[in-house]
């Protein structure tokens, strides 16, 4: 089922939550709605699912207005970051539940609620927990049954809120590759929230990022992470150095010296430049580069990162060398990024 | 459910790391002992100073039957009603805000505060014939004061906040998301209240109403009052005894305390039982 999101504003007692925000999800996607807590993208998520309001603008799926249903008649699929399962029932029953609320002629048979309940343990790999209650299972078996019992109502849309969030790392990197693969056999369109970015670029197949109520960029892991649409999705995806730069015809220039680096379609003026630590090129001399003193050099894992102080401000930098470089001995570093962009000063 | 083996005879649970265990349980059965066990076997002790024939007859005496139908029938009706409104009010002071919603909360607590022979005497002003709620009950051919009737709404006052507030911590700890979660799998309201909150607070519920019981049949200064304590009709089993007490008939006293005593502790023991089971399974 396709899902739109047609200009979505929700305010908390007058606090903006989320600001005009339109989305489009295509039927079988499957998206990351991440950013930074208080970003907006849980409430996003739970409006999609009905549990909040809007205050205005219209969420359809297909071509249906949803905006105007309530929760019950939505039929979506809600996870929730810790679990929310009823305590006071066997596994067989909590996935049985929205099966058994149904009334009259939808309500299929008890046997068929039951064979269903058994099917979709199968599919979550906890065959044989039908008779257990969640107090006996651990956190990652709780989230499966938790998973199990939303798709047990063949929802139009899959909505996950934090769905690792409470689990151990370990746990987390296994159900994020199961998830994957539930989602490559079942085909729902769902859309799960974490703020968590590895898990994002890895799961999804398009990252919508969000920030302070807005979205910030939609595209896919590639997108987001070589052509970050904004600072903050540059500073938020993955590692990222900045250095306040001017912009003179064409030319960037730090302090007094080009750095070698042309940007003809930039406006003039103040700007600052963003680039990847790892992305950047090591020069020996020293006309046209980014040269500043070593300040700090730390060992992480497979790199060596270091600080480096560049010209009069002392502007701090990180850039990456590979363990060895012999350039990590010298007091001394030049470089030239990469892969790089440009932002107008704020 | 669980999948524990069986474990052969008794055993003490494992103390845990925290130390002193034994002086705690030491302590514990120490006071239980001089606080409970002493006063009772006391009781007991008194009683079988009757023969056999002699407590079979007091026992199966028409008057002490009646009394302790009575007794203990208005116990449970008046625990039953206190189960459904303690629940509702409850539910209204967790759920809702509204203004005064402190001072209701407050008022719960009156029935727990206020000598019990006060709240009688207020209760049968408001019921007697002549009151002003009973005046109104009169011409529907209700009587509540001086009757089994009157002995219940009194119990009803004072078991009132031992549901709610056992109720109350339990409900407020119910996770909204439970509700939700409910909600988009696509149960209606009244659903979500049947079959996924009400089970949670069964438990709870069932320890309220077992407070509220037990209270019931103990309750004596306010029941007097509004009874009317009428012999085979509106006589409680306390005031039974305490008649026999006056007329220095301390066997026969003892006799009927040593019974309500047993009673009591039966139906405590199975309310119990239903406790642990509920407990296990809901973890």
């Known amino acids: 089922m396709e899902v739109r999101v047609a200009n979505v504003r929700k305010e908390f007692e007058r606090f903006p939550a989320l600001h005009d925000v339109s989305l489009d999800i295509k039927s079988g996607e499957l998206i990351a ?42 039929n979506v699929g809600f996870v929730f970051q810790h679990y929310a399962l009823f305590r006071h029932m066997t596994v067989a029953d909590n996935i049985g539940f929205g099966l058994k609320v149904r009334n009259g002629a939808s309500r299929p048979p008890a046997a068929e609620i039951r064979r269903r309940a058994s099917e979709l343990l199968d599919l979550v790999q906890l065959s044989g927990l039908e008779k257990r209650y969640p107090a006996q ?28 969030g409470a689990l151990d790392a370990q746990v987390r990197r296994e159900l994020r590759r199961w998830l994957r693969e539930i989602h490559d056999r079942t085909g729902h369109t769902t859309v799960f929230v974490t703020h968590d970015q590895e898990e994002a670029l890895e799961l999804a197949d398009r990252v919508v990022v969000m ?47 080009p750095i070698g680096l042309s940007a003809p379609h930039a406006p003039e003026g103040e700007a600052t430049l963003y680039f990847r630590p790892h992305d950047v090129e090591l020069l020996d001399g020293c006309s046209g580069c980014i040269a500043g003193t070593v300040a700090a050099s730390r060992r992480v894992a497979g790199t060596r990162r270091v600080e480096l102080e560049i010209g009069g401000e002392r502007q701090r930098v990180e850039i990456e060398l590979p363990v060895g470089h012999p350039a990590a001995q010298k007091s001394r570093v030049a470089f030239r990024p990469g892969r790089w962009k440009l932002f107008p000063a704020a | ?64 039957i009646n009394a302790l139908e009575i007794s203990f029938g208005t116990a449970f009706l008046a625990a039953a009603v206190n189960v459904v409104f303690g629940t509702l009010v409850a539910w209204v002071l967790v759920r809702y805000r509204f203004p005064g919603r402190r001072i209701v909360d407050a008022m719960v607590d009156l029935p727990f505060a206020l000598p019990t022979a006060v709240a009688g005497i207020a209760l049968t002003t408001l019921y007697a014939p002549n009151g ?10 209700i009587k509540v004061a001086y009757t089994p009737l009157g002995i219940v ?50 438990p709870a519920i069932i320890t309220g109403f077992s407070l509220a019981f037990a209270r019931g049949v103990g309750e004596y200064g306010s029941v007097i009052f ?29 006799a009927i305390a040593a019974i309500m005593l047993a009673l009591s502790f039966v139906m405590l023991l199975v309310v119990n039982l239903v406790q642990t089971w509920s407990r296990k399974r809901y973890g």
């Open chain 2, 226 to 254: 509004i009874a009317g304590n009428l012999p085979y009709k509106s006589e409680i089993a306390p005031l039974l005894i305490v008649i026999r007490l006056e007329e220095y008939n301390y066997p026969a006293a003892t």
């Open chain 1, 137 to 164: 299972l651990s956190g990652g078996q709780r989230q499966r049954v938790a998973l199990a019992r939303a798709m047990a109502i063949e929802p139009k849309v899959l909505l996950l809120d934090e769905p690792f």
């Open chain 1, 33 to 74: 709605l991440l950013g930074p807590s208080g970003s907006g993208k849980t409430t996003l998520l739970r409006l999609i699912a009905g549990l909040e309001r809007p205050t205005r603008g219209r969420i359809f799926f297909g071509d249906e207005d949803a905006s105007q249903k309530s929760i019950q008649e939505r």
């Open chain 2, 132 to 141: 002003w709620i009973g005046k109104l009950l009169m011409p529907l051919g």
């Open chain 2, 1 to 64: 459910m669980t999948t524990a083996p069986a474990q052969a005879g008794w055993r003490f649970r494992q103390p845990s790391v925290i130390p002193g265990f034994g002086l705690t349980l030491g302590f514990s059965l120490a006071y239980l002992t001089l606080i409970i066990l002493i006063p009772l076997s006391g009781l007991i002790w008194r009683s079988a100073s009757l023969g056999w024939a002699e407590f079979w007859a007091i026992a199966s005496d028409r008057r002490t």
């Open chain 2, 153 to 202: 709404v009194a119990l009803v006052f004072i078991g009132l906040p031992f549901v709610v507030r056992t109720v109350q911590p339990i409900m407020e700890e119910i996770d909204k998301e439970v509700e939700e979660a409910a909600a988009t799998l696509g149960a209606s309201r009244f659903q979500i209240i049947t079959r996924v909150l009400f089970p949670g607070l069964a």
């Open chain 1, 211 to 257: 920030s302070q109520g807005r979205i910030e960029q939609v595209g896919t892991a590639d997108d987001i992470y070589d052509t970050p649409n904004s600072p903050f999705v540059y500073g938020f995806i993955g590692e990222s150095s900045s250095l306040p730069v001017k912009v003179e015809n064409g030319e960037i220039w730090l302090a007094d010296r």
